[in-house]
């Protein structure tokens, strides 16, 4: 079973620095049929424009993963962490007993990214932040591990769930193969086009996904750039 949620459907929101899209119910969006898909609650497709941001605000017990699509996003919250993720690059922060933060853009262009909230299952526990540099080569015709609490996922950023978010780059005509037997995902192309399983997923448009054995994907009409998030 593929549904998908187009583009040009999601929830919308804009004020004078922030243009997000938003794949679930969020904020003041509610779609009573997208409230998440299994344990992901939260896919928002943010434009904040150069010289702006995200100012300190709370968070609890909640798996938060950024992908910087463009541009870059610089974190600063109340353990003390600051840092700076760039495009093709991932943050990671556990929220735990609780921790307040702002994402400010610094650069002077306009940064796209996603932010993907997943429950967490252990709640309660020390909040933690961390980023790494995925460089595209890694991606390459292979799904890896970006942010995980699986087994086997060592080198990718962890959270406090039996989740994963993976990336890949396809050239044109290229194919991946994730096996998805008993569970969920959802895919988003942060670029390009893609085949999955014989759907056709446009860019920035969304697929939920379940009950089949293996998620084929295949990059249609130039090269792709994918973001799957794995769940139980």
């Excluded at 093709?88 to 307040?100: C, E, K, L, T, Y």
Aim: charged share 25%; aromatic share 8%; net charge negative.
């Amino acid at each position: 079973m593929i549904e998908l949620r187009p583009f040009d459907g999601l929830g919308t929101f804009r004020n004078d620095w922030l243009h997000a899209r938003y794949h679930f119910s969020f904020s003041e969006y509610h779609d009573p049929r997208r409230m998440g898909w299994g344990l992901l609650r939260v896919w928002n497709d943010d434009t904040i424009r150069a010289r702006s941001g995200f100012p300190l605000h709370g968070h609890r017990d909640m798996e938060i993963i950024t992908y910087v699509r463009k541009g870059a996003i610089s974190h600063e919250d109340s353990l003390g962490n600051k840092g700076r993720t760039a495009a093709g690059d991932v943050q990671v922060m556990s929220a735990g007993s609780g921790i307040r933060h702002a994402e400010f853009n610094q650069e002077d262009e306009d940064t796209l990214l996603f932010q993907i909230w997943i429950e967490t299952a252990q709640k309660g526990v020390p909040p933690h932040w961390g980023t790494r540099r995925f460089p595209a080569g890694e991606r390459a015709a292979k799904l890896v591990p970006l942010a995980s609490g699986r087994e086997g996922h060592g080198d990718a950023l962890p959270i406090h769930q039996d989740a994963a978010i993976l990336g890949a780059t396809l050239a044109e005509g290229h194919e991946v193969v994730h096996p998805s037997a008993g569970r969920r995902a959802y895919l988003v192309p942060s670029r390009g086009a893609v085949m999955v399983n014989g759907v056709t997923v446009t860019e920035r448009s969304g697929a939920a996904i379940a009950e089949e054995k293996e998620v084929r994907i295949k990059a249609v009409g130039g090269p792709a750039e994918i973001v799957l998030a794995d769940l139980p």
